[in-house]
């Protein structure tokens, strides 16, 4: 059987990204989504959720490029002097193997967080993070940590498997090909994948099997959806996605993806895209679905 969660990343950093989040739960394939509790539009998100109960909602923990939602004395180590956070992964990463982020602040950031998230009352159905940075096990060990504190059982696995989506013959399929840069970062963050999966079986987690998407982010179009629909493998799996309207209020964002989130919305809401739903046997479900 094949299952698939397709979840929207971001939801709540401009209400042009949550509109264009919801069009696609409404009328596409989109199950699932995840907020950033330090969005400018967090409010909006929140009052979207609401208003479409099916959607399921977790929480999109941000570590890098935004501002912190915990207080500076708790977090002190992560944040610069403006309460900024580091502003891409690699700085993140570089800071804590120089020693100079406390694991403890991590932490602290990622509760409140999630307290926020809550205390609006969403009651989240899994948890996963900004750029994907719980691909480093020092990251997974806190977000697992965090997670069994808060009752969270269910954690996206970020680990993409270029083979079992883009076999060589396929490569040059229009909109599927990832770029280079992209695909030595997939193959050498798999080395990371024994570690993910013995954190997640102590703390007792539960992840889908497969994801796809990170390679094609930026090119997400209906081509490379389809392609990977067509290509998916038994089990569940999860399509990350970033839909949404290129507004003014985005192109204020820390994001280089712009009139690309409103391409991923039309690819999401497509007819193909819908009808190779049922075509190829695809069973939608979100995170809340997931054991």
């Known amino acids: 059987m094949k299952r698939l969660i397709v979840n929207a990343d971001d939801f709540g950093i401009t209400r042009g990204v949550n509109q264009g989040i919801v069009r696609s739960h409404r009328d596409g394939i989109v199950t699932s ?3 950033m509790a330090g969005g400018d539009a967090f409010e909006d998100a929140v009052e979207s959720a609401r208003a479409n109960p099916c959607l399921g909602v977790g929480v999109h923990i941000v570590l890098t490029g935004g501002r912190a939602v915990g ?3 708790k977090i002190g180590s992560l944040v610069g002097r ?3 956070l580091p502003p891409s992964v690699s700085r993140l990463l570089s800071k804590w193997h120089a020693g100079l982020i406390r694991r403890q602040d991590i932490e602290n950031e990622m509760r409140a967080q999630i307290s926020k998230v809550m205390e609006a009352g969403i009651t989240p159905t899994h948890l996963d993070t900004h750029k994907h940075a719980h691909c480093h096990p020092s990251i997974m060990k806190a977000l697992a940590s965090v997670a069994k504190e808060f009752g969270i059982t269910r954690v996206r696995m970020p680990y993409e498997d270029l083979r079992a989506v883009y076999p060589p013959a396929a490569r040059g399929a229009k909109g599927a090909r990832p770029r280079i840069s992209r695909r030595l970062f997939i193959l ?3 080395a990371a994948y024994p570690a993910f999966r013995g954190i997640v079986r102590r703390n007792h987690l539960h992840a889908p099997s497969h994801f796809f998407g990170f390679a094609a ?4 179009g209906r081509d490379a959806i389809l392609h990977i629909l067509r290509n998916l493998p038994d089990g569940t799996s999860e399509l990350v996605c970033h839909p949404g309207i290129c507004d003014a209020d985005l192109r204020l964002q820390p994001t280089r993806l712009l009139e690309h989130r409103q391409a ?3 690819a999401l809401t497509d007819t193909l895209t819908r009808k190779a739903i049922v075509a190829e046997d695809v069973r939608l479900i979100n995170y809340g679905d997931l054991n």
């Open 33 to 35: 989504a995840t907020i």
């Open 71 to 73: 207080p500076p004395e």
């Open 82 to 84: 403006e309460g900024r």
């Open 188 to 190: 050498a963050s798999r």
């Open 217 to 220: 982010t930026g090119r997400l």
């Open 264 to 266: 991923e919305l039309d």
